[in-house]
């Protein structure tokens, strides 16, 4: 609390990743959330909030669809895009007039937030275009003494990033898909979501690269798995659905789970586990393109090189 107060950095753990977090209302703290995480500026925020109550403290129209999704889904893995409010500084939302909000669903997060009483400025805690932390380890290993506090809640449930739905421009649009469905999102509303298009707001999150390891990363399509394991195993790692063959000299080979909300919360700290194994590339097998593996795939295209 002291911490947030006087402008420093605490690290959190929430339902989707670790955040890092800063006093949304003081510039200079946000702005060394972006030193640490070697962020370019001009990228928005998520503030996150205690209280769906606070929300027009951030924001200046606040629509019924908003208020639906609220109550439906907060405190949970989804942040609304919204008109921002009068005096909220172009430092949280990169010269954009709007404001991303969240409530999360997590204890330890909810009690910072409660007992802080603010609103909390908070990116995923990792350096920037890297894979989001899901346990207090990686915040650690990432960011180490760069942080003022880590608060280790354990690894998070969700494992990806919350979804984000833009608000401010009439339809729902999908800006960033996560594990609340646009399907659980459409039912609540009555309409369906829009897809990003190109006047959507930036959003580092959707740059092309982006939670990428450091090694080359390969996606393989379940039909074409076959013929593109069976050359040299020397020196890769690999994320799959299937076991490894007879006399498989993979440097690792991890077998994921064909449960898609088991795979997400594995995902990340398997790409971590892959990418420090010493592999020279790593090899993931496609997950079906199903509707509850959407989110996922969206990640691992972002993750693979090239
Ligand atoms: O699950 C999450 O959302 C995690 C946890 C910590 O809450 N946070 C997270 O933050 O993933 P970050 O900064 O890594 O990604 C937030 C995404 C970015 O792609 C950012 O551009 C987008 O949200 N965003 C934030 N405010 C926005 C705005 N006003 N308009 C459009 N996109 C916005
Ligand atoms: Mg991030």
Known sequence: MAILQRGGLVA?????????????SNPAAVARIYEVKGRPAGHPVIVHIGDVGQLDCWAREI??????LAERF????????????LGVGDYLTGGEDTIGLRVPGHPVALDLLREFGGGIAAPSANKFGRI??????????????????VLDGGPCEIGIESTIVDLSRGRPVLLRPGRIG?????????VALQS????????PGTL??????????RLIESDQWERSVQGTSHGRGVLSFRSPPEGDMSTMWIEASRQAQRYGHDLYANLRAL??????????????ATAEWAAIRDRLGRARSG
């Open 12 to 24: 959190f753990p929430t339902e989707t990743v670790y955040g890092l977090g800063a006093d949304a």
């Open 63 to 68: 629509p019924g669809t908003a208020t639906r």
């Open 74 to 85: 907060w405190p949970g893995p989804l942040t609304l895009v919204l008109k921002r409010a």
């Open 132 to 149: 989001s932390p899901t346990t207090a380890e990686h915040v650690r290993s990432d960011l180490g003494s760069e942080v003022d506090l």
């Open 182 to 190: 646009t399907g659980d999102i459409a039912a609540t509303l009555g």
């Open 196 to 203: 990003r298009d190109s006047d959507a707001p930036r959003a």
């Open 208 to 217: 092309a690269a982006h939670y990428a390891p450091r090694q080359p990363l």
């Open 275 to 288: 990418d420090s194994s010493g592999c020279d590339r790593i090899l993931v097998e496609e997950p079906p």
